[in-house]
C-alpha cells in the first residue's frame, strides 16, 4: 500500500487500555510457555497497531508543521505515548516475571528480557504527567525551528532551504548567510535556553522520583544501553581526546591549505573544495531514480528494496517552508514498511539521504518477516553502525549523484566522517555535564560548551558571531533538545563505519558480506556480541580507536 492511501484513526485510549487488561488477563491464564507465547504474538499485533497510527499521525505532522488537524493529533499522541509505554511495561513485567520464562526466553532471546529489565526501570505512572511535558517542551523547541522565516535576497526561506547558502563556494555569500541564520538563533537564544532549562530539570525530577541520582541513569536505561555502561563511555570519550582528536585536526589543517585560507572560520567549518563541495545533480525526483539504479547494482537485496520504498511512496524528501527540520527512518508495523523524512535542499545532505537513511530503512526491510518482535528493537550503536556503513558502501556509485564530481564527494565524505567524531562525542560530554549538574544556569552551560571545544576542536574560530562566540551552538543540535543522551550512538557507529571502510578497500565483497549479516542478526544478541559474530573490533576496546587511526592515515 502507498503511504498516500494508509487511512489514520486516532489511537482509542480506553479501547487500548481494555486490550492490554485482556492480554494480561489471558498471559496469567496460560498453563504453558506455548500458550503464553501466543499470548504474546497477539501483544505484537495490538501494539503494532498503535505505533503504527501514532507514526502516521507523526509523519504527516512533520510533513506540514501548520496542519492544524495533524498538529492537534501530534499533541494527544504525545499525551496517550507516555501511558501506552506505561501499559506495555506493566505487561511486559508479566512476561519477565513468568513461570515459563526460562521457554519464553529461549523463543525471544535473552536480549529482549534484559531490554524489559531497562524498560521497567525507566518508565512509571508517577512520571506520566512529566513525560506529557517533556513533550510539550520539545515539540515548542521544533515548532520553534519548523516556522523560522528568514529572509535571503527578498525571498523567505526555513533553516533547511538556507543551507546551500552555508555550503556555498563563494564566501561572502557563506557569511552573510551564517548572519541571517545566526540572527534568528540569538533572537531565540534566551528561548531556546529557558526550554533547556526547563527540559533538564523536568528530566531530573523523573529520574528523582524514580530514585536515581540524576538523568543520566534514567536516560541510559531509555537509550536501552544494555551491555555497556556509562564507565565505558568515559572511557570511550578518553579514547577519543587520546588517540583521535590530533589527528582529525591534521585534517583540518590540510583542508585549510586546500582552500588557500590563511585560518578556518566558522563560515568554512562545512566547506572542502575552492570550487565548493560537489552537489547533487538533478531534481528530487532525478536524485531517487538515482538511488534506485545504485541500489540495484549493489546487490539483489538492496534492489527490491528500493523498489519496495519508491513503489510505496515511502520517501517524504521534498524541502518545505512549513516542513519539520531533519531527517529520520522511522517504522510502520502494521505494513512492515520503513518510511524514510527528509529535507532536500540542494546540497550533499540529498544523496546522504539515500544512503545513511536508506541504510536504516534497509535493515528494517530485510528483517521484517521476523516473528520475533523484540529482534526489532535494535539499541542506537547499532541501528546508526547500519546506516553510517551503508553510507561508504555504496560510494563506488555517487558519480550516478554527482556526475564528474563523485570522487571529490568520496573525499569530503570520508572527512566529514572523520571530523564528525569528536564533535559527536563533545556533544555527548556536554550533556554529561549538563545532566550531572542541573541547576548550572544558561551562562555556566554555555561556557563548558566553549571548554569542551577547545579540547575537541581547537581549530574552531567563532570570531564575529555574537550567537557562536557565547557558547550557544548547541541549541542548534535538535538531538540535545529531543533526543538526550542519544548523539554518542553515532560515534560509536562512526567507528565502526571507519572499519567497515578500511575492509572494503581490502576486500569490498568480504565486508558486504559482514555488513549484510549484522543487518540479519537485528537485536538477536547484544552490541558486544554482534561486533564480534561479525568480525568488528569492539570500539570499547582499549586501543580500538587508536588501531583505526593508524590504519586510516594510510589512505587519508
Known amino acids: 500500500m502507498k503511504f498516500s492511501e494508509m487511512p489514520y484513526e486516532r489511537v482509542d485510549l480506553e479501547k487500548l487500555k481494555a486490550d492490554f487488561a485482556a492480554l494480561e488477563r489471558d498471559f496469567d491464564a496460560a498453563g504453558s510457555g506455548e500458550e503464553q507465547f501466543r499470548v504474546h504474538q497477539r501483544y505484537y499485533a495490538v501494539t503494532g497497531h498503535a505505533i503504527t497510527e501514532m507514526t502516521i499521525a507523526e509523519i504527516r ?62 518508565v512509571d505512572p508517577r512520571i506520566i504527567p512529566l513525560m506529557q511535558e517533556e513533550n510539550r517542551l520539545q515539540d515548542a523547541y521544533n515548532h520553534i525551528l519548523a516556522t523560522a522565516k528568514i529572509d535571503w535576497n527578498g525571498e523567505t526561506l526555513n533553516l533547511s532551504l538556507l ?74 570519550r578518553a579514547q577519543i581526546r587520546k588517540d583521535y582528536v590530533d589527528f582529525a585536526e591534521a585534517l583540518q589543517a590540510g583542508r585549510k591549505e586546500r582552500l588557500r585560507l590563511d585560518a578556518l572560520h566558522f563560515y568554512d567549518e562545512d566547506v572542502y573544495f575552492t570550487e565548493g563541495n560537489p552537489v547533487p545533480v538533478g531534481t528530487p525526483e532525478q536524485i531517487l531514480e538515482a538511488g534506485r539504479k545504485m541500489y540495484h547494482a549493489l546487490s539483489p537485496e538492496t534492489g527490491k528494496f528500493m523498489d519496495f520504498m519508491c513503489d510505496g511512496e515511502l520517501f517524504d524528501v521534498l524541502g518545505r517552508k512549513t516542513k519539520k527540520t531533519g531527517g529520520y527512518m522511522t517504522y510502520l508495523p502494521d505494513y512492515k514498511a520503513p518510511f524514510i523524512f527528509a529535507n532536500f535542499n540542494g546540497t550533499t545532505g540529498d544523496a ?22 523484540e529482534h526489532a528493537d535494535i539499541t542506537m550503536e547499532t541501528a546508526e553502525t547500519h546506516s553510517m556503513s551503508m553510507e561508504f558502501f555504496t560510494e563506488p556509485w555517487m558519480d550516478l549523484f554527482f556526475g564528474a564530481r563523485g570522487k571529490d564527494y568520496v573525499r569530503m565524505h570520508l572527512e566529514d566522517a572523520i571530523n564528525f567524531i569528536p564533535y559527536g562525542t563533545m556533544v555527548d560530554e556536554f550533556q554529561d555535564i549538563a545532566y550531572s549538574n542541573p541547576d548550572l544556569s544558561p551562562k555556566e552551560r554555555n561556557e563548558a560548551w566553549m571548554d569542551l571545544e577547545r579540547q575537541y576542536r581547537p581549530h574552531m574560530n567563532y570570531e564575529g558571531d555574537a550567537f557562536l562566540s557565547s557558547g550557544r551552538a548547541w541549541q542548534m543540535k ?24 578500511i575492509w572494503m578497500t581490502k576486500n569490498y565483497q568480504e565486508a558486504w558480506a559482514s555488513y549484510l549479516k549484522l543487518c540479519r542478526l537485528s537485536a538477536s544478541d547484544f552490541f558486544f556480541g554482534l561486533m564480534e559474530k561479525v568480525g568488528l573490533d569492539n570500539p570499547f576496546e582499549d586501543g580500538c580507536i587508536r588501531h583505526v587511526v593508524k590504519q586510516l592515515k594510510d589512505f587519508v
Request: proline share 3%; net charge negative; aromatic share 14%.
Open 352 to 373: 546522504d539521504v539515500i544512503t545513511h537513511e536508506c541504510g536504516h530503512a534497509f535493515q528494517g526491510w530485510l528483517s521484517a518477516d521476523d516473528p520475533i518482535r
Open 163 to 236: 543551507e546551500p547558502y552555508l555550503r556555498s563556494a563563494d564566501r561572502r555569500t557563506r557569511i552573510e548567510a551564517y548572519a541571517k541564520r545566526d540572527a534568528f538563533y540569538l533572537a531565540h537564544a534566551e528561548e531556546f535556553d529557558d526550554l533547556y532549562d526547563r527540559l533538564v530539570k523536568n528530566r531530573t525530577e523523573q529520574a528523582r522520583t524514580l530514585g536515581y541520582e540524576n538523568y543520566l541513569t534514567l536516560g541510559d536505561y531509555r537509550m536501552m544501553r544494555n551491555c555497556w555502561n556509562r564507565d565505558d563511555l568515559r572511557r570511550f
Open 61 to 122: 505532522h512533520d510533513i506540514d508543521m501548520t496542519d492544524e488537524f495533524y498538529r492537534e493529533e501530534q499533541k494527544y499522541c504525545d499525551e496517550i505515548r507516555p501511558v501506552f509505554q506505561n501499559l506495555c511495561v506493566s505487561y511486559q513485567k508479566k512476561l519477565y516475571a513468568s513461570p515459563y520464562r526460562a521457554y519464553l526466553e529461549s523463543v525471544i532471546g535473552p536480549v529482549a528480557f534484559r531490554n524489559m529489565e531497562l524498560e521497567a526501570k525507566s
Open 478 to 501: 535538535h538531538h540535545i533538545y529531543d533526543c538526550p543522551l542519544y548523539y554518542i550512538d553515532y560515534c560509536i557507529a562512526g567507528t565502526n563505519a571507519l572499519q567497515y571502510k
